[in-house]
Protein backbone atom coordinates (compact mmCIF):
# COMPACT_ATOMS: atom_id res chain seq x y z
CA UNK A 1 0.00 0.00 0.00
CA UNK A 2 3.01 2.25 0.56
CA UNK A 3 4.25 1.49 -2.39
CA UNK A 4 1.37 2.61 -4.26
CA UNK A 5 0.60 5.95 -1.99
CA UNK A 6 4.40 6.71 -3.02
CA UNK A 7 4.57 6.16 -6.82
CA UNK A 8 0.88 8.20 -7.55
CA UNK A 9 2.34 10.82 -4.73
CA UNK A 10 6.05 10.67 -7.21
CA UNK A 11 3.47 11.26 -10.60
CA UNK A 12 1.74 13.63 -9.49
CA UNK A 13 4.93 15.78 -8.39
CA UNK A 14 6.07 15.14 -11.95
CA UNK A 15 2.86 16.04 -13.86
CA UNK A 16 2.77 19.38 -12.03
CA UNK A 17 6.75 19.96 -12.68
CA UNK A 18 6.87 18.90 -16.16
CA UNK A 19 3.44 21.22 -16.75
CA UNK A 20 4.12 24.10 -14.16
CA UNK A 21 4.34 26.37 -16.99
CA UNK A 22 1.08 25.71 -18.57
CA UNK A 23 -0.76 26.95 -15.58
CA UNK A 24 1.32 30.23 -14.98
CA UNK A 25 0.69 31.42 -18.89
CA UNK A 26 -2.22 33.49 -19.18
CA UNK A 27 -5.23 32.57 -21.22
CA UNK A 28 -4.66 33.62 -24.74
CA UNK A 29 -8.47 32.37 -25.10
CA UNK A 30 -9.82 35.66 -25.07
CA UNK A 31 -8.00 37.24 -27.62
CA UNK A 32 -9.18 36.46 -31.08
CA UNK A 33 -7.38 37.00 -34.24
CA UNK A 34 -9.06 38.64 -37.14
CA UNK A 35 -7.41 37.40 -40.54
CA UNK A 36 -4.36 37.01 -37.47
CA UNK A 37 -2.59 34.14 -35.66
CA UNK A 38 -1.85 35.63 -31.93
CA UNK A 39 0.59 33.89 -29.92
CA UNK A 40 2.02 34.47 -25.88
CA UNK A 41 5.16 35.33 -26.43
CA UNK A 42 5.84 36.66 -22.47
CA UNK A 43 3.53 36.29 -19.83
CA UNK A 44 1.15 38.95 -20.71
CA UNK A 45 2.61 40.18 -24.00
CA UNK A 46 0.93 38.89 -27.56
CA UNK A 47 2.36 38.78 -30.73
CA UNK A 48 -0.60 39.49 -33.50
CA UNK A 49 0.69 38.60 -37.43
CA UNK A 50 -1.91 39.35 -40.03
CA UNK A 51 -2.40 37.05 -43.52
CA UNK A 52 -2.72 40.18 -45.22
CA UNK A 53 -5.46 39.41 -47.28
CA UNK A 54 -7.83 42.19 -46.17
CA UNK A 55 -7.61 45.85 -44.59
CA UNK A 56 -8.59 45.86 -41.02
CA UNK A 57 -7.04 42.54 -39.80
CA UNK A 58 -5.94 42.28 -35.92
CA UNK A 59 -7.39 41.13 -32.77
CA UNK A 60 -10.74 41.85 -31.04
CA UNK A 61 -11.21 41.45 -27.26
CA UNK A 62 -14.09 41.53 -25.49
CA UNK A 63 -13.86 42.50 -21.77
CA UNK A 64 -16.53 40.39 -19.26
CA UNK A 65 -16.45 43.42 -16.64
CA UNK A 66 -19.66 45.25 -16.16
CA UNK A 67 -19.16 49.34 -16.32
CA UNK A 68 -20.10 51.53 -13.75
CA UNK A 69 -20.70 54.57 -15.77
CA UNK A 70 -21.19 55.18 -19.07
CA UNK A 71 -17.22 56.96 -19.93
CA UNK A 72 -14.68 53.97 -20.08
CA UNK A 73 -10.89 53.90 -21.59
CA UNK A 74 -9.26 52.02 -23.59
CA UNK A 75 -5.89 51.59 -22.76
CA UNK A 76 -2.90 49.73 -24.31
CA UNK A 77 0.80 49.13 -24.81
CA UNK A 78 1.85 48.46 -28.89
CA UNK A 79 5.02 47.99 -31.10
CA UNK A 80 5.24 47.42 -34.27
CA UNK A 81 5.70 49.07 -37.54
CA UNK A 82 2.93 51.14 -39.85
CA UNK A 83 -0.85 52.74 -39.17
CA UNK A 84 -3.19 50.72 -37.16
CA UNK A 85 -6.64 51.88 -35.71
CA UNK A 86 -8.08 51.52 -32.29
CA UNK A 87 -11.37 50.64 -32.53
CA UNK A 88 -14.57 50.16 -30.10
CA UNK A 89 -17.83 48.35 -31.19
CA UNK A 90 -20.86 48.88 -29.26
CA UNK A 91 -23.94 46.56 -28.59
CA UNK A 92 -26.81 46.00 -27.10
CA UNK A 93 -27.32 43.07 -24.94
CA UNK A 94 -28.94 41.50 -27.83
CA UNK A 95 -26.21 41.79 -29.59
CA UNK A 96 -27.49 44.88 -32.56
CA UNK A 97 -24.95 47.11 -33.44
CA UNK A 98 -25.11 50.56 -32.13
CA UNK A 99 -22.20 52.41 -32.70
CA UNK A 100 -18.51 52.22 -33.73
CA UNK A 101 -15.12 54.61 -33.11
CA UNK A 102 -11.93 54.19 -34.70
CA UNK A 103 -8.67 56.04 -33.81
CA UNK A 104 -5.64 55.93 -36.06
CA UNK A 105 -2.27 55.11 -34.28
CA UNK A 106 1.27 55.08 -35.74
CA UNK A 107 3.19 51.95 -34.11
CA UNK A 108 6.80 52.06 -33.85
CA UNK A 109 10.11 49.67 -32.73
CA UNK A 110 9.42 50.67 -28.91
CA UNK A 111 6.50 50.38 -26.70
CA UNK A 112 4.24 53.06 -27.21
CA UNK A 113 0.66 53.87 -24.95
CA UNK A 114 -2.03 54.74 -26.18
CA UNK A 115 -5.12 55.31 -24.80
CA UNK A 116 -9.04 56.42 -26.08
CA UNK A 117 -11.91 57.40 -23.95
CA UNK A 118 -15.55 56.65 -25.37
CA UNK A 119 -19.01 57.47 -23.84
CA UNK A 120 -21.34 54.61 -24.17
CA UNK A 121 -24.57 54.99 -25.27
CA UNK A 122 -25.78 52.66 -21.82
CA UNK A 123 -23.98 51.25 -19.64
CA UNK A 124 -25.24 47.81 -19.88
CA UNK A 125 -23.74 47.89 -23.60
CA UNK A 126 -21.46 45.57 -24.53
CA UNK A 127 -18.34 46.39 -26.78
CA UNK A 128 -15.38 44.29 -28.74
CA UNK A 129 -12.11 46.72 -28.89
CA UNK A 130 -9.91 45.74 -31.94
CA UNK A 131 -6.39 46.69 -33.31
CA UNK A 132 -6.65 46.76 -37.02
CA UNK A 133 -4.58 47.27 -39.88
CA UNK A 134 -4.98 50.13 -42.28
CA UNK A 135 -3.96 48.63 -45.47
CA UNK A 136 -4.05 44.81 -46.63
CA UNK A 137 -0.61 43.84 -46.08
CA UNK A 138 1.32 41.29 -44.18
CA UNK A 139 2.22 42.66 -40.63
CA UNK A 140 3.14 41.82 -36.99
CA UNK A 141 2.52 43.74 -34.04
CA UNK A 142 2.98 43.28 -30.25
CA UNK A 143 0.46 44.34 -27.44
CA UNK A 144 0.36 44.11 -23.87
CA UNK A 145 -1.39 46.06 -20.61
CA UNK A 146 -4.72 45.96 -22.57
CA UNK A 147 -7.76 47.40 -19.85
CA UNK A 148 -10.79 48.25 -20.83
CA UNK A 149 -11.96 50.76 -17.70
CA UNK A 150 -14.42 53.00 -15.99
CA UNK A 151 -13.34 56.35 -16.47
Known amino acids: MKKVVVICLSMLF ?26 QINPGE ?53 KEKKWAVELSNSWKSFTASYELKNNTSQIDVFVRTSEKTKTEFNFKDLQIKNQ
Open 46 to 98: YLVKTKGEKIEEGFVYTPKEKFTSKKIQYKIKLKGKGKHFLVIEETDARGVFI
Open 14 to 39: IFFSVHSQLFAREDISKFFGVGANIK
